[in-house]
């Protein structure tokens, strides 16, 4: 029998941790287009998104800790 409830859970862990994964894609493809005469608030946009998918997986994660059963 599938455990729904399981692969929620994996999926959502997945998503965490992919937050910050999009994030320095965005910084690193920012600073390219700087660097290629964009402007400077392509950076500033793309570290924000890092930093703040930082802040929300970090959180999410601390609460999976304080929620997971003891072994």
């Known amino acids: 029998m599938v455990n729904l409830s399981k692969i929620m859970d994996r999926a959502s862990l997945f998503f965490d941790l992919a937050g910050p994964v ?3 894609m965005l910084l690193a ?3 390219e287009t700087y660097r290629d005469g964009g402007s400077m608030g392509w950076p500033i946009a793309g570290s924000l998104i890092l930093l703040i998918n930082l802040w929300v997986a970090w ?3 601390a609460r999976r800790r304080k929620s ?3 072994p």
């Open 29 to 31: 493809t920012g600073i």
């Open 68 to 70: 997971a059963p003891s």
């Open 22 to 24: 999009v994030g320095a």
């Open 59 to 61: 959180r999410r994660l």
